[in-house]
């Protein structure tokens, strides 16, 4: 009875932890599910009201605020069968999607685009709400997409999904590809940069991984991954990895699916502890933050963490290890916003990202019909280079 007396202290100090600093976690699917149960409604009898309990997924509003979520960062994702075909049209969909929500809901959600505005709207009493591409095959390989996205309100992009798009080498694609970035690739990351949108690297190869650390100007991000050393899958980060992160001022958001923490179908509290410690211990405590994969894990769970109301649970589990509650209060909100600002004042002292005009596919209309899925070595085009890609120096762009 006295272990489950100082048990329930433990966890009321780790919701009090909660309620004072926020949580801001930055993976969601929710926009994705609605979409598949729902057909992306909103409004009317048919679709899913958030205001109240909603048991078919992990999400709602009742279940954020009990969770003491004042930020969340959305995925607005579409899978891969979409790539080199309507893609970009889903991924805008699911953009209006997020905005419908955040409009029927507008006591709840603030839409927020920078990192002041996500300050201003969690203290305020709003769930700061920004948007994330889960997925470079989104861009079309894009440029233009990519810019057009961040006037949309886009703050991260994922370079590849389970796919590898013709830029970037993913983690988990099976088929082969150029290993890490190709020169178009790094025109990405440049881009991003200049936009101020955060580089993820959850989803890559580990050479992506690397190529993008010696590319970026900016922190990078892991939306929703763990540490491979503790379970070695293809989304995980590895040692040499995470002290490149280190170095680069950026951040590991912890991933919740047991498939990721354990590698099984199993996992608790304690796996999940274990890979915000080992993060923190090779990568930094500055180094580590939450992506839980909610809505996003096709109903399997980490016992103790099977919603958005249970972020506590982890804290109270650090406070039993010894934790330092401004150490949970960096994993839980501090830690992502220090890698946002980091992205806008880098933003700031880039060149203007509409400099670069370098494109995969020819601004011809013999270039834009042919299918992405098979490209047509007959078009020749005088600025190609070796590997067929019409990239424009980024020395010529000073």
């Known amino acids: 009875q006295a272990r489950g007396g100082r048990a329930g202290g433990v966890l009321a100090r780790a919701r009090a932890i909660a309620a004072e ?3 801001l976690d930055a993976h969601n699917d929710l926009p994705w599910e609605v979409r598949v149960e729902y057909g992306g409604r909103v409004w009317g009898k048919s679709a899913p009201d958030l205001a109240t309990l909603q048991r078919q997924f992990d999400t709602d509003i009742p279940r954020l605020r009990e969770g003491s979520v004042s ?13 080199n075909k309507d893609a970009v049209r889903v991924t805008m969909e699911q953009i209006d999607y997020v905005k419908k929500m955040v409009d029927r809901y507008h006591n709840t959600f603030k839409l927020c685009r920078t990192s002041a505005e996500i300050t201003s709207a969690a203290g305020a009493g709003y769930i700061a709400s920004l948007l994330g ?3 470079g095959h989104q861009i079309d390989s894009s440029l233009g997409a990519l810019r057009s996205f961040y006037e949309l309100g886009v703050r991260y ?6 796919c590898n798009t013709p830029w970037a080498e993913s983690c988990c694609s099976g088929a082969p590809a150029a290993p890490g970035l190709t020169p178009f690739g790094r025109e990405v990351v440049w881009t991003m940069n200049s936009l101020g949108m955060l580089v993820d690297l959850s989803h890559v190869s580990p050479n992506t991984m690397h190529h993008v650390l010696d590319t970026t100007v900016a922190p990078v991000m892991f939306s929703h991954s763990n540490a491979y050393a503790l ?6 980060v590895p040692d040499d990895v995470l002290v490149r992160v280190r170095k680069n001022g950026g951040i590991v958001m912890v991933n919740f699916y047991p498939q990721f923490v354990t590698c099984g179908a199993n996992a608790t509290i304690a796996d999940v502890a274990d890979h915000v410690e080992y993060i923190a211990r090779v990568c930094g405590v500055e180094c580590v933050g939450l992506g839980a994969d909610f809505d996003g894990t096709g109903g399997v769970h980490t016992t103790g963490l099977e919603d958005v109301s249970m972020y506590p649970n982890l804290f109270a589990e650090l406070l039993a290890r010894g934790w330092a509650e401004e150490d949970i209060a960096k994993l839980a909100w501090h ?13 700031r002292s880039t060149p203007s990202p509409f400099l670069s005009e370098s494109a995969l596919y020819p601004n011809s ?3 834009q019909r042919v299918c992405r899925l098979q490209p047509d070595t007959d078009i020749d085009e005088e600025d190609d280079d070796e590997s067929g890609m ?7 762009l000073a």
């Open 157 to 162: 992009m994922t370079l590849t999904h389970n």
């Open 133 to 135: 591409i889960e997925g």
């Open 390 to 396: 019409f990239v424009r120096p980024r020395d010529a």
């Open 71 to 83: 930020a969340q960062l959305w995925s607005v994702y579409c899978d891969c069968d979409h790539q």
């Open 365 to 367: 209309t013999a270039a």
């Open 231 to 236: 379970c070695s899958h293809p989304r995980n």
């Open 335 to 347: 830690n992502f916003m220090r890698v946002l600002e980091g992205a806008e004042a880098a933003a």
């Open 21 to 23: 600093v926020g949580v």
